[in-house]
């Protein structure tokens, strides 16, 4: 039986008193054996004696393992709630207002579709695109009339303002369904959709023209209206077919006007609002508005010197 040498120090002493323990028990039996040799349970059977020791084997001690602490469970983070429109406060138009407005005959027929599925009074049936183009006012050949109308005076202080976007406007086919359908992008003109710069909340009043359509100074006449978008026309007809049209886009119109802008167009549009130059007609909803001008349906370039810029 071998011991390893790593472990002599720690087993001598067992071997020694193993030894010891069984030489003093053996004497005994033989001593026992000779008192009473008759005796079979006091005798040791014959043959050599067989001595059993503990097996040593020439290894290391198994450490014992430390215990695996227990994982705690990981929280879970808090899911982090994503910006919703909510979060930003919005800009929202005016409720309420201190402003009159008065109600002028309409030439008739009425206009011959509903207002807000009718692609010449409703601009955001037509939609428009962006362009690149330069915003500044342009000098275009050809003739001008003698009293169109002038842009600077949708500003309280007349002036003129710096340009911030450009745009095109899709044309309306009314050969398209019953209520005619959105065209093609129009390409006569550079731009036909113009975006001024205002301040968030301004109050905004129309393109002003020398031009009467009936007694009183009224000068533009409210073809639609909604919350957020405008359509004059500068004659009596319920049309932008006879002459100016303007469309402005952005604006917070007036709730006492929307209100009888509605009232009016319910009632048949045998009367329509009606607007004298300089006069208020909403609010600006950001920071810019846009603006179309029409001649006899066409869309012009709202940034031409000769018509819509004189003298700037």
Sequence with gaps: MKISSGHQSKFLPLFVFAFVGIAILYSAQLALAVDNPSSPQQSIPGGPAVIYLPAVYDTEPTATPEPTATPQPTATPEPTAEPTPTDIPALTCPTSSERQYTLIPVLPPPADHPDELHGDLNLALRSYVPVS?????????????????????????????????????????????????RGDNLTAREVTLLGMRTGEGEAISFPSRGAQIYGGGFTALVLYASEERITLGYTRDDSVAPGYAVHLEGVCVDPNLLALYRQANQAGRGNLPALRNGEILGTVKVNEVLGAIRDRGDFMDPRARKDWWRGR
Excluded at 133 to 148: F, M, R
């Design 133 to 181: 183009a330069a915003l500044t006012i342009v000098d275009i050949d050809g003739p001008s009339d003698g009293d169109p109308p002038f842009f600077p005076a949708m500003f309280g202080d007349a002036r003129t303002p710096a340009f911030t976007s450009a745009h095109r406007v899709y044309d309306w086919n009314w050969a398209c369904g019953e209520r005619g359908c």
